[in-house]
Structure formats: structure tokens, C-alpha cells
């Protein structure tokens, strides 16, 4: 009867996240090579063939390199919206007619028993999202690549049980490190990604709601490191009277392997 979610890997050179029930399999993304999602899947004991979906947050090489390989091997419907079925098509290699899902921005569907709610989120990209899914009464949040959150973004979240959440870098970190300066605007920006800081800031308005458990992810090779963004993430909170363990548990999640695989309900 339980919810499970596991990030098969994350950060900047790649993500994926699978999502499922007892019946149901999907994943959020998959940037990286199908050889690599295959085998986080197979690590949680779960086969391509399983999968029912790849939905597609924004066109970036991170999240959609091997959506494309994957639909193809095992029959696989990619789920986007219209936008982002444009900026990537060509990226992506022939899709099946049959395969190609759009969804709408703040319209929830189903893929078999898992609720889903794509919503908007600030990013350079074409139409870029993050997505809630639920099942029974358990909830999990997807957020990742976006510059800043507003009002909008965490009253969408801030009812889930458990939200992975972009801690990308430390800022003091990206501007003394190597990055040329148009990059570092870039990840700044109010399009670019959320950082450490940014990520707490968040994290203590979704407390005030449901949401007991976050997992940080997409971290920066070059401008964080698993500890610091933790401890920062941490500090926030604490300094706010939210105790790490007691009303939250902070997890992290990594470049080259899966996080832990959690169970819901
Ligand atoms: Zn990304
Ligand atoms: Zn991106």
C-alpha cells in the first residue's frame, strides 16, 4: 500500500527520479545515460519494462538525455507539455506517435493510480515545471531548477509529506569559484537555481504545512558539497526553531547514486 520514491541520481551532470505504488511506475526525468538510469532502477529491484511513464520537467540535457532511448527500448510514454515537447523533440529522436503525452500546466491527470499535478516553476528553459504526485492521502513534491520560490510554488508543495527540493549551490561558493561571470549570473538569476540558503528560506515555509521530510537535491560538482548544503539547510531551520529529526528529517541525495529508498504510508 505504500508510496515509494527514490532520486536514482541527481546534481547538475544528471537526474531521475522514480516514483510508484504497487502497480504503478514512473519516472521524473532521466539525463544521464539509459545504461546508468537502468541501473538505478535495478538497484530498487524495478525493470524498464515496468515503467508506465517518463514525465519531462524542462528540455535540459540533465533531465532528458536518455528519455528519448528509453521510450524507444521499452515502450515508454513521455509525458510534457506543449512547450517543452517543442524544445526538445529534436533532442530527443523519434518518439512514437502513440507515446507522446502533453499534459497542462495546473491540470492534474492520473497514470494508473498516482495522481499528478504539473505547476509552473522560474527557470531559463521553455515552459519548465515541477510536479506533485499522490496517492491515497500521502503526497510527494518534486522541485528542482528554478531561480526563486513564490507563494504560488509552496502553497502547491507545502501539503506534501515528503518534497524533494533544489539546494544547488553555496553562493559565496559560486562567486570565488572558476565559473565565468555570464554563468554565475545565470545561476543567480531569478530564473537559474535555488541555493543552499534559498533552499532553507523555502523549507521554513513548507514546515508550516505537512511537509515532514526533505530530501536536497540537484547539488552543484562546483559550487557545493553534500555537508555544506545540509548544514546550511539545517542552520536555517534550527535558527527558526525547526529541529532537524524531531520535526523534519533532512536527507540528501547524490550525483552518482541513489538516495535511500523511501516508503510512504
Ligand atoms: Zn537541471
Ligand atoms: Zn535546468
Known amino acids: 500500500m505504500n508510496f515509494k520514491v527514490c532520486s536514482l541520481f541527481s546534481g547538475s551532470s544528471g537526474n531521475s527520479t522514480y516514483i510508484g505504488t504497487e502497480k504503478t511506475h514512473v519516472l521524473v526525468d532521466a539525463g544521464a545515460s539509459m545504461k546508468n538510469v537502468v541501473a538505478g532502477l535495478g538497484q530498487i529491484g524495478i525493470d524498464g519494462?515496468?515503467?508506465?511513464?517518463?514525465?519531462?520537467?524542462?528540455?535540459?540535457?540533465?533531465?532528458?538525455?536518455?528519455?528519448?532511448?528509453?521510450?524507444?527500448?521499452?515502450?515508454?510514454?513521455?509525458?510534457?507539455?506543449?512547450?517543452?515537447?517543442?524544445?526538445?523533440?529534436?533532442?530527443?529522436?523519434?518518439?512514437?506517435?502513440?507515446?507522446?503525452?502533453?499534459?497542462?500546466?495546473?491540470?492534474?491527470?492520473?497514470?494508473?493510480?498516482?495522481n499528478i499535478q504539473p505547476f509552473q516553476i522560474p527557470h531559463d528553459a521553455a515552459d519548465p515545471v515541477g510536479f506533485s504526485f499522490s496517492y491515497k492521502n500521502k503526497k510527494i513534491s518534486i522541485v528542482t531548477d528554478l531561480g526563486h520560490t513564490n507563494s504560488k510554488i509552496i502553497k502547491s508543495v507545502m501539503d506534501s509529506d515528503?518534497?524533494?527540493?533544489?539546494?544547488?549551490?553555496?553562493?559565496?561558493?559560486?562567486?570565488?569559484?572558476?565559473?565565468?561571470?555570464?554563468?554565475?549570473?545565470?545561476?543567480?538569476?531569478?530564473?537559474?537555481?535555488?541555493?543552499?540558503?534559498?533552499?532553507?528560506?523555502?523549507?521554513?515555509?513548507?514546515v508550516k504545512g505537512k511537509v515532514t521530510h526533505v530530501l536536497l537535491a540537484h547539488l552543484s560538482k562546483d559550487n557545493?558539497?553534500?555537508?555544506?548544503?545540509?548544514?546550511?539547510?539545517?542552520?536555517?531551520?534550527?535558527?527558526?526553531?525547526?529541529?532537524?529529526?524531531?520535526?523534519?528529517?533532512?536527507?540528501?541525495?547524490?550525483?552518482?547514486?541513489?538516495s535511500n529508498f523511501y516508503h510512504i504510508g
Open 49 to 114: 519494462r515496468d515503467l508506465q511513464g517518463i514525465l519531462v520537467t524542462h528540455e535540459h540535457s540533465d533531465h532528458i538525455s536518455a528519455v528519448g532511448a528509453i521510450s524507444r527500448r521499452f515502450h515508454v510514454p513521455v509525458y510534457a507539455n506543449e512547450e517543452t515537447w517543442q524544445a526538445m523533440e529534436s533532442k530527443l529522436g523519434r518518439i512514437d506517435a502513440g507515446n507522446r503525452r502533453v499534459f497542462y500546466n495546473d491540470m492534474d491527470f492520473y497514470i494508473q493510480d498516482i
Open 162 to 206: 515528503l518534497v524533494i527540493l533544489e539546494a544547488n549551490h553555496d553562493a559565496n561558493m559560486l562567486m570565488a569559484g572558476p565559473y565565468p561571470g555570464y554563468l554565475k549570473k545565470r545561476i543567480l538569476g531569478r530564473k537559474g537555481h535555488l541555493s543552499n540558503e534559498d533552499s532553507g528560506q523555502a523549507l521554513l515555509e513548507m
Open 224 to 258: 557545493n558539497y553534500p555537508q555544506l548544503a545540509y548544514q546550511t539547510v539545517v542552520d536555517i531551520l534550527e535558527s527558526n526553531g525547526v529541529q532537524a529529526g524531531r520535526d523534519i528529517q533532512v536527507d540528501l541525495t547524490y550525483r552518482d547514486r541513489a
